[in-house]
C-alpha cells in the first residue's frame, strides 16, 4: 500500500523550476524537476549546471523564504500553483561551518575603567581593548591573560582599529589624539597624532588590495571633519571637512571612495587622493549613527580567510586581498547602509545615484550598529528598542526579527560563515541568533553591567566582550 | 556759587588770565593728591561715601583690565579624566541612570500600593456610616437592632440573588439600585447611557466596595462595547474604569467621567 502511493506520487507530479542567482540572473533553461526533489537535489545540480570543481553548499529560497523541505511539501503547504515557473533563488553558503560559542571560557581582569572597545586583528591571533582607564591592552588568547598594556592616552580611549594586514593597530581617544602601535612588542610607534579639536569617534583603514602594506587610514571626530593620515610620514595628509556637526562614523570603501555619516543628518562620499567631495546623499531625518558596505567583512580582514593562511610578502598580501574582494563584489556595486536616530535605515549604491535605493523601516527606536554579514546577504541592524533586525543584504527587504533582550542592543558582530549573529546589550547579556531559524541560538549571560562592544574573532573560534563591569570575557564553544 | 553770569561776562569782554592754562594745569595735577588727602581724612558719613564710591571704580577698572587681557589663543581640551567611561556612540546621548530608572519603578510601585490614581475627583468627602446606613428593627418586640439598610444607591449586578431574608445583614432597596450609568468621555465632551459592570473601588473602604455601594468618587466599571475602542494590538476594549461625579442617592442617576 505505501509503496503503490509512493509511487503514484512520484510519477505524475513535476514541476518547472527556473533557478537563479540572488541577484536574478537565471541559471540554465527552466527545467522539470520531481515534486520529491528536496535541497539536497537541488544542491547537487546546481554543483552541476555551475561545473564546480568541489561541492559547494547552498541555500534555496523561494519569494525570500528558505527552503528546507521536498518541493511536494512546500507547493501543498503553500498552494503554489504548477502551472507557473517556480523561481528558486540559490545563495552560496559558506564551506565552513562555525559552531555557537556557549560558555565563557575566560573572564580577563586588567582595565581599571570600562571598557568601551574590543577588536580582532584580521589574522585572529591577536585581541586589543581599549578602555576609559586611558589604556589600551593586548591579550595573549593562547594563555588567555593580558600581553602588554599600552599607555600613553590622555583621555578614554573610545575606538581601536586594526591595519588589514595586521601589522598595526590605532587608537582613537577623547582628548582627539591617535596614537599607534606595534602589536608584537606593544610599544607606541612613533607620537601622538594630533590634529582633531574634539573627541575620535571613528577609524577605518584604508583596504590592502589598495596598498599593501597598509599606510593610510581615516578618523572621524566630533569637531566635524575627517581625517586621513599616514603612517610612515605620521601626519595628516588630507581633512576632509564639511559636514557641519559630529561625524559619526566613516567607512573606507573597497573602491577607494570614503563614506562619512554625520549628526548633521547626511552622508558624504569622499574620493581620497585630493580629498574632495563626490557625493553627498541626504534624506535622513536625523543623526546618521552607523554605516555598513556590502563589502566591510573582507575589508577589514584583508587577505586572511578561514583557510588561515599566513603570507610573506606584501604584494603576495595585496593579491589575496585583490582576489577575495573581487570574488566577494562580483559584478554588483557596493551597497551602503546607515542607520539613524530617526529608526530608519536606507539602504544607497553610492557609486550609481545619491537617491536611496530602499528605505527599511520597522524600529521602534534608534538604530545603533548596522553590519553586514560577510557574505553580503543579510543584514542586521541593533536598536535602542531592544530588538535585532535581519535584512535582506541585496534588496533591503525585512526578514525577521529577533526579539529576547531586555535592554538597548549596542553592538552586533557576525560569525565568519554569515550563519549566526552574536548582539551585545545594556541588559549585560550577549545572544547568539540563528539565521537559518530565524530563533535565539545561545544566551550568554556572565557580565556584570552593560556590554559595551563585541567582536566574533575571523576564525570564528572565540567571541570578545567588554563592557562597563571593567573585565573582558572571552567566549569559546 | 556765582548767581549770575558776570564771571563769563568778565571773560568774553577782556579774555581769560594770560597764566589761565598754567594754572588749571597745576590745578589738575594737584587734583590727585587733593583727593587722596580728602579720602584719608575724611570722617563719619561722608567718608563712607567717598570709600565706597572709590571702591565702586576700583572694582571695574580691574575688570576692565582683566577683560583686555583676555587672549584669543585657544585653549587645550580639558585634561581631566572622567568617570563613567561611554563608548562613543553614547557620549552625545542623555543616559538616565540606572539610578533614576530604579526609583521610578519604586515611586511607581509605592503608588499601586497606597492605591493613589489620577483620578479626576482626588478628594472625596467622607461618608459616616450612620449616614450610609440606617439602623433596621427587627425582632417580635423590635429590640433587635443588627439589620442595616443601605441609604445609597447601590450596584448589584444581573445575577445578584438576595440571601434568606432572615440572615440578612445588609438590606439593598431595589428602588436604590442602578444598572447604567450616564459615562462622558473627558476629551470628546459626549456622555453615554452604559451598563456598570461592577463596582472596582468605593473611596469609603473595601466593606462599601464589596457591598457594591455607589457615591460621589466611586470608581465603577461600564461596558463600553457600544464605543467601538480598539487596543494597539487589535482587541477590542469592552470594559473601562469611570468615575462617579454626582450624588446619586440625591439625583436619581449615576453622573461619571470616563478615565482614559
Not at chain 1, 578614554?156 to 606595534?182: C, N, Q, T, Y
Not at chain 1, 531592544?386 to 526579527?401: C, Y
Not at chain 2, 442595616?148 to 439593598?172: A, D, L, N
Request: hydrophobic fraction near 35%; include cysteine; glycine fraction near 8%.
Amino acid at each position: 500500500m505505501a509503496v503503490e502511493e509512493g509511487a503514484s506520487t512520484s510519477s505524475g507530479n513535476t514541476v518547472m523550476c527556473l533557478l537563479t542567482n540572488p541577484e536574478g540572473e537565471p541559471l540554465g533553461a527552466p527545467l522539470y524537476l520531481p515534486q520529491n526533489v528536496g535541497p539536497p537535489q537541488l544542491q547537487e545540480i546546481v554543483n552541476k549546471l555551475l561545473n564546480n570543481d568541489e561541492k559547494l553548499p547552498y541555500a534555496f529560497y523561494i519569494s525570500d523564504q528558505e527552503l528546507v523541505v521536498q518541493l511536494e511539501s512546500y507547493l501543498a503547504q503553500k498552494k503554489v500553483s504548477v502551472e507557473k515557473v517556480l523561481r528558486i533563488v540559490y545563495q552560496p553558503q559558506a564551506v565552513f561551518r562555525i559552531r555557537p560559542v556557549n560558555r565563557c571560557s575566560a573572564t580577563i581582569a586588567g582595565h581599571t575603567e570600562a571598557v568601551l572597545s574590543v577588536s580582532f586583528s584580521p589574522d585572529g591571533k591577536h585581541l586589543a581593548s581599549g578602555s576609559g582607564d586611558t589604556t589600551v591592552r593586548l591579550w595573549d588568547l593562547n594563555t588567555q591573560t593580558p600581553l602588554f598594556t599600552c599607555t600613553g592616552h590622555k583621555n578614554w580611549v573610545l575606538f581601536i582599529a586594526w591595519s588589514p594586514d595586521g601589522k598595526h593597530l590605532v587608537s582613537g581617544s577623547k582628548s582627539g589624539e591617535l596614537l599607534l602601535w606595534d602589536p608584537q612588542t606593544g610599544k607606541q610607534l612613533g607620537g601622538p597624532l594630533t590634529g582633531h579639536k574634539k573627541w575620535i569617534t571613528a577609524i577605518s583603514w584604508e583596504p590592502v588590495h589598495l596598498q599593501a602594506p597598509s599606510r593610510r587610514f581615516v578618523s572621524a571626530s566630533k569637531d566635524g571633519d575627517a581625517r586621513i593620515w599616514d603612517t610612515s610620514l605620521k601626519k595628516c595628509v588630507i581633512s576632509l571637512t564639511g559636514h557641519t556637526l559630529a561625524v559619526t562614523c566613516v567607512k573606507w570603501g573597497g573602491d577607494g571612495h570614503i563614506y562619512t555619516g554625520s549628526q548633521d543628518c547626511t552622508i558624504k562620499v569622499w574620493e581620497t587622493t585630493q580629498g574632495k567631495l563626490i557625493r553627498e546623499l541626504k534624506g535622513h531625518g536625523h543623526w546618521v549613527n552607523s554605516l555598513a558596505l556590502s563589502t566591510e567583512y573582507v575589508l577589514r580582514t584583508g587577505a586572511y580567510d578561514h583557510t588561515g593562511k599566513t603570507f610573506s610578502s606584501p604584494e603576495e598580501m595585496k593579491e589575496a586581498a585583490l582576489a577575495r574582494y573581487k570574488k566577494m563584489r562580483g559584478n554588483a556595486p557596493e551597497r551602503l547602509v546607515s542607520g539613524s536616530d530617526d529608526f530608519t535605515m536606507f539602504l544607497w549604491e553610492p557609486a550609481l545615484s545619491k537617491h536611496h535605493k530602499a528605505r527599511l523601516t520597522g524600529h521602534q527606536q534608534l538604530v545603533n550598529h548596522v553590519y553586514f554579514s560577510p557574505d553580503g546577504q543579510w543584514l542586521a541592524s541593533a536598536s535602542f528598542d531592544k530588538s535585532v533586525k535581519l535584512w535582506n543584504g541585496i534588496t533591503g527587504t525585512f526578514i525577521a526579527t529577533f526579539r529576547g533582550h531586555v535592554g538597548p542592543v549596542y553592538q552586533i558582530s557576525w560569525s565568519a560563515d554569515s550563519r549566526l549573529l552574536l548582539s551585545g546589550s545594556k541588559d549585560s547579556t550577549l545572544k547568539v541568533w540563528d539565521i537559518r531559524t530565524h530563533k535565539l541560538k545561545e544566551d550568554l549571560p556572565g557580565h556584570a553591567d552593560e556590554v559595551f562592544s563585541v567582536d566574533w574573532s575571523p576564525d570564528g573560534e572565540k567571541v570578545a566582550s567588554g563592557g562597563k563591569d571593567r573585565v573582558l570575557k572571552l567566549w569559546m564553544n | 556759587m556765582a548767581q549770575g553770569d558776570y564771571i563769563q561776562l568778565h571773560e568774553k569782554r577782556y579774555g581769560k588770565r594770560l597764566d589761565h592754562d598754567e594754572r588749571q594745569r597745576k590745578r589738575k595735577a594737584r587734583e590727585v593728591k587733593k583727593r587722596s588727602r580728602v579720602a584719608q581724612q575724611a570722617l563719619g558719613l561722608k567718608g563712607k561715601r567717598i570709600a565706597k564710591q572709590n571702591y565702586r571704580e576700583k572694582v571695574q577698572m580691574k575688570k576692565t583690565i582683566a577683560m583686555h587681557e583676555e587672549s584669543s589663543t585657544r585653549r587645550k581640551i580639558d585634561d581631566n579624566v572622567h568617570d563613567g567611561a561611554m563608548p562613543a556612540y553614547l557620549l552625545d546621548r542623555d543616559p538616565t541612570t540606572r539610578a533614576k530608572v530604579l526609583s521610578n519603578t519604586i515611586k511607581q510601585k509605592r503608588k499601586e500600593k497606597a492605591g493613589k490614581w489620577d483620578v479626576p475627583l482626588p478628594k472625596v468627602r467622607p461618608v459616616a456610616e450612620e449616614e450610609m446606613f440606617k439602623v433596621i428593627r427587627t425582632g417580635k418586640r423590635k429590640t433587635k437592632q443588627w439589620k442595616r439598610m443601605v441609604t445609597k444607591v447601590s450596584f448589584v449586578g444581573p445575577s445578584f440573588t438576595r440571601k434568606p431574608p432572615k440572615y440578612e445583614r445588609f438590606i439593598r432597596p431595589t428602588g436604590l439600585r442602578f444598572s447604567k450609568a450616564h459615562v462622558t468621555h473627558p476629551e470628546l465632551k459626549c456622555t453615554f447611557n452604559l451598563d456598570i459592570i461592577g463596582v472596582k473601588k468605593n473611596p469609603n473602604g473595601q466593606m462599601y466596595t464589596s457591598l457594591g455601594v455607589v457615591i460621589k468618587g466611586t470608581i465603577i466599571e461600564v461596558n463600553v462595547s457600544e464605543l467601538g475602542l480598539v487596543t494597539p494590538a487589535g482587541k477590542v476594549v469592552w470594559g473601562k474604569y469611570a468615575q462617579v461625579t454626582n450624588n446619586p442617592e440625591n439625583d436619581g442617576c449615576i453622573n461619571a467621567v470616563l478615565l482614559v
